[in-house]
């Protein structure tokens, strides 16, 4: 079993808190480094942080790397919500085709009202670094439209980010 925590990975105990795989949850390296943010946050800093809409990112070091963020295109539409997808083949990435690595393809969900992203896998070289500055935007609450305008150092697999959500626009 796991024990039980609020938010603000306290548990029913007032002032015991539980961080890491102990408390459940997504099992990952990274989750238990915010969890602790998040207690260090609280307990030293007197600030009210929580694990509320915290992303959950996570990769899968195959050949080639796999990142994901967020909700899956399934799970935006079984919500019911407004979507807008945009999908790149690594073939269309010039860092890509620069290093012969082009298998693979990106996929971004947009929510269609607000036009910020809901969710992202990048299947490819890097994946995951990919998917990173996707999740940036993401926690900034950026429309897609910031990522597809700008300005990228070339040739970098992140200037393929320009490439995907102007394929969104041409859809």
Request: with cysteine; glycine share 8%.
């Amino acid at each position: 079993g796991f024990i039980q925590v609020n938010d603000r990975l306290e548990t029913s105990a007032e002032g015991i808190y539980a961080l890491g795989d102990i408390k459940g949850g997504p099992a990952f390296t990274h989750i238990s480094y915010d969890d602790f943010r998040i207690i260090l946050a609280n307990l030293l800093e007197g600030k009210a942080a929580s694990t509320k809409d915290r992303q959950v990112p996570y990769c899968v070091f195959i050949d080639p790397q796999l990142g994901r963020i967020g909700i899956t295109e399934n799970e935006a539409r079984a919500q019911g919500r407004n979507i807008r997808v945009a999908k790149l083949p690594m073939t269309s990435v010039a860092r890509a085709l620069e290093v012969d690595e082009t298998r693979g393809f990106m996929k971004a969900v947009v929510d269609a009202d607000t036009n910020q992203i809901l969710g992202a896998a990048v299947l490819g070289i890097e994946g995951g670094e990919v998917m990173s500055v996707l999740e940036t935007a993401m926690m900034g609450k950026l429309p897609y439209s910031a990522l597809r305008d700008a300005t990228y150092a070339h040739p970098t697999l992140s200037e393929s980010l320009n490439n995907l959500f102007m394929a969104m626009d041409n859809m």
